[in-house]
């Protein structure tokens, strides 16, 4: 007979250790089937590393979100920013535009209107004034406008382009 086909002998076996073991080592060598999250990670630890990718996703996602809602409003390529500012009861438009880091990008006449939104069109005339836009990084406009209310509509105006946004001191 050749030493290739014997079954190896065991002297001290798994069956015979845990024989002389506590309670608490047999369990931990049954093997149980964990259901839930536990079961499908394995550990407690895992649970808790994957809810914290989940975390990391779901804050990238919504800081990519609200960059998007603050980067301000594109007219031509350009963004611009609209601000209203009451300072010592005028009420001031401020208009900032941007170039993006790359695009195509707008120069020229833009006309801005605004009117007040809680009126109706036949009692107040609105506000029309014309900036021209030049192919400079970052431009400021400073319009003061000739209301006393606190909601309005600002419609801006190129040739090719309308983009209108409500706006409150």
Known sequence: MSDNNRE????YSRERRLERASQMVRDSYEQKKRRGLIGFFGSKGNVMIFLCIILIIAMAGL?????????????????VELTLVREEGNLVLALLKRVPARGEIFFGDVDIMV????TAPDQSEPFVHRVVFSP???????IAL???EDDF??????????????LQP
Do not use: C
């Open 146 to 148: 000739p209301f006393i």
């Open 8 to 11: 190896p002998k065991f002297y």
């Open 136 to 142: 400079v990084q970052s431009e400021t406009f400073i």
């Open 115 to 118: 009117t007040p939104a809680g």
């Open 153 to 166: 509509f600002v419609i801006l105006r190129t040739m090719d382009e309308q983009r209108a946004i409500r």
């Open 63 to 79: 800081g990519n979100y609200i960059n998007r809602i603050n980067d301000g409003l594109r007219l031509g390529g350009n963004i």
